[in-house]
């Protein structure tokens, strides 16, 4: 064992580390253990388990309160007893910078200890959130509205009372996984009072987007540092583009853009229009989704060729092999990720032609998810002409007789 320059400059010798091994029964290790190893190991362990750790000597304990611990928490609502990890909010609120609230939002309990955890976070004195993200799982309740998360919410993201301050801004809100109706009112008290907001995604699965274009209009106007933002191509029309690239705002650097139902009731944006944003964003990549509600006639009306594309989600379970050859042709110098839904059922040659085209052309692949059945021919060439989705697995291409045993989660691509 050498002796360590920081050792010497507490005065200890090797010899000194070597004896507190040695006459202490292995219990000298642990009181050598920095406390910023004992919050990276703190970090692995889920609350219950922390609390018991913080029970085994003081300075575990004093690892458990520290606030590096306690800078990121995801709090886990999937059982009525869950409610114990609101005492987190209570204890470390001041702390917490990054929050991930996870439920099961069938059970009126875990709704209920949810909204509070974002109640009583909105009642600290001192407010350090930089990022929140809120995920439900499993399906809505009938007929739920989830109005109680939209006003938890608003309280939230309105202006602080006298005595709580906002050390450091809100920067990265993620609502995709909050299946609940949006409205105005909660972007516009969000853009109102949260100006330096850098990362947005709204793309939930309500059957209806009802915020207003006008109301994203306005956010986009005040978050002028946005550099991610996805939403819903409803709200986005070429006013909300054109607002993008205006002077004196950090340039966006992703924009995704979900085409469902509303599509046919949407003035699509002109070429012209993504023009004038690719030339003032050079480096700007853009998500198109279309989903199984996207009428399919709007989707090669929305696929112009100046949008710099970069993924491609064609959720629509439908054999849309002409738009892959367009997108083949359009998007050959920027595409480097594609998932495609088609129904399964039955084989589609042309599915597989139109493959082949976007293989041969899109150079820059190197993710490709088909639910599709294909010949063994077709995904063999694909694979031999983008061998890094091989080595790092990022694909799905299946024949049919390895259909039956394909889970499609969307989600996780």
């Known amino acids: 064992m050498h002796t360590s320059k920081e050792q010497k400059l507490r005065g200890e010798s090797t010899a000194d580390i070597e004896s507190l091994y040695e006459n202490t029964d292995g219990q000298g290790q642990w009181l050598l253990l920095p406390e910023h190893v004992l919050i990276c190991a703190f970090t692995y362990l889920g609350y219950s388990d922390r609390a ?129 109706a949006y409205d105005d009112t909660l972007f516009d008290t969000l853009s109102e009072n949260h100006t330096q907001l850098k990362y947005l995604d709204i793309q939930n699965e309500v059957l209806v987007c009802r915020v207003s274009p006008s109301c994203l209009l306005r956010l986009v106007q005040r978050c002028r540092n946005l550099q991610d933002l996805r939403i819903f191509k409803f709200s986005a029309g070429e006013d909300v583009l054109l607002a993008l690239i205006e002077d004196k705002r950090h340039p966006l650097q992703h924009l995704s853009l979900a085409c469902r139902r509303e599509e046919k009731y949407v003035v699509n944006i002109e070429s012209e229009t993504w023009a004038a944003v690719v030339s003032k964003l050079p480096d700007l990549r853009v998500t198109l989704r ?16 100046e949008v710099p594309l970069s993924v491609l989600r064609m959720e629509t379970f439908t054999y849309n092999y002409q738009e892959i050859r367009l997108a083949a042709s359009y998007y050959s110098k920027t595409l480097e990720k594609v998932i495609i839904c088609t129904p399964m059922s039955r084989r589609c040659r042309e599915m597989d032609g139109a493959l082949l085209e976007l293989s041969k052309f899109c150079k820059r692949l190197s993710v490709l998810h088909v639910f599709a059945s294909l010949d063994q021919e077709t995904i063999d060439t694909i694979l031999s002409e983008h061998p890094s989705m091989q080595e790092t697995g990022s694909y799905t291409l299946k024949t049919p007789g390895e259909l039956a045993d394909l889970d499609i989660l969307l989600d996780d691509l």
């Open 52 to 180: 018991c750790a913080a029970r085994v000597c003081k300075a575990w304990n004093e690892a458990f309160n520290s606030q590096y611990l306690w800078c990121r928490f995801t709090f886990y609502f999937h059982a009525p007893q869950h409610e114990k990890f609101i005492n987190c909010v209570e204890y470390h609120g001041c702390h917490l910078k990054h929050i991930v609230i996870d439920l099961d939002q069938a059970v009126a309990e875990n709704r209920t200890n949810a909204c509070n955890v974002i109640s009583k976070y909105a009642a600290q004195t001192e407010r350090r959130l930089q990022s929140l993200v809120i995920r439900f799982r499993g399906e809505n309740p009938c007929f739920y509205f989830g109005k109680e998360f939209i006003s938890a919410l608003v309280v939230l993201f309105s202006p602080p009372l006298e005595h709580i301050s906002i050390i450091q801004p809100l920067q990265h809100l993620d609502l995709r996984g909050l299946t609940v």
């Open 290 to 305: 279309f989903d199984h509600t996207c009428p399919l006639f709007k989707i090669q009306s929305v696929m112009k060729q």
